[in-house]
């Protein structure tokens, strides 16, 4: 099974100072079209998980321009460049190219 | 708008069985793959299963094989997960997903299962 290993776990941030996330993948999560197939999820306090950065790199819609993702291979990060309250969560990220599906082990985020 | 709607969830003793449904509305559900992801108490995201939009193919994680089988009826846009021999351990909020350009795009709310005597 592909390993998906995430730090911090924890991530005590001030509002409006930005915040970084690593996802490693066990193995190549690049695919033979060129992308890399990798996610970002956030899973707010009480709510199912949403989708952040599809593809490695893309912002799903309705996702603000302050967040980002990048890598390739098996080194991942989403970059927050402000936070603010509303981003407060776990964040997952997840390789849907090797069966079985794996997530990481989630990396929360809190407000200082 | 897109929407999952998950239902079936309950308590059953360990042993038992369970269907888990997922009703997908505002959206070409024939389309998509679909995912079924379960998150134990104070736990981390697992996946347990994915079917392809016409229900040919069908992928599980190892510890739900030969218990829990997915499947879908494009005519009812509705997605299922039968649950046998249910453990402990089953016990969980359970997803549906769709996927989307590699990704789990749309999430439902949850459905909680509870396997307990």
């Known amino acids: 099974d592909v390993v998906m290993t995430q730090s911090p776990l924890s991530l005590p941030v001030t509002p409006g100072e930005p915040a970084s996330i690593s996802c490693r993948s066990s193995?190549?999560?690049?695919?033979?079209?060129?992308?890399?197939?990798l996610g970002w999820y956030l899973q707010k306090p009480g709510q199912s998980p949403q989708l952040l950065i599809y593809?490695?790199?893309n912002r799903a819609s309705g996702v603000p321009d302050r967040f980002s993702g990048s890598g390739s291979g098996t080194t991942f990060t989403l970059k927050i460049s402000r936070v603010e309250a509303e981003d407060v969560g776990i964040y997952y990220c997840?390789?849907?190219?090797?069966?079985?599906?794996?997530f990481g082990q989630g990396t929360r985020l809190e407000i200082k | 708008e897109v929407q999952l709607v998950e239902s079936g969830g309950g308590l059953v003793q360990p042993g038992g069985s369970l269907r888990l449904s997922c009703a997908a509305s505002?959206?070409?559900?024939?389309?998509?793959?679909m995912n079924w992801v379960r998150q134990a108490p104070g736990k981390g995201l697992e996946w347990l299963a994915s079917?392809?939009?016409?229900?040919?193919?069908?992928e599980y994680v190892d510890s739900v094989k030969g218990r829990f089988t997915i499947s879908r009826d494009n005519a009812e846009n509705s997605l299922y997960l039968q649950m046998h021999s249910l453990r402990v351990e089953d016990t969980a909020v359970y997803y549906c997903?769709?996927?989307?350009?590699?990704?789990?795009?749309?999430w439902g709310q949850g459905t909680m299962v509870t396997v307990s005597s």
């Open positions: 079917i392809k939009e016409d229900g040919s193919e069908k």
């Open positions: 997903s769709r996927s989307s350009s590699g990704a789990y795009d749309v």
């Open positions: 997840m390789q849907p190219l090797h069966t079985p599906v794996t």
């Open positions: 593809l490695g790199s």
């Open positions: 193995q190549s999560l690049l695919y033979s079209n060129g992308y890399n197939y």
């Open positions: 505002t959206f070409t559900f024939s389309s998509h793959w």
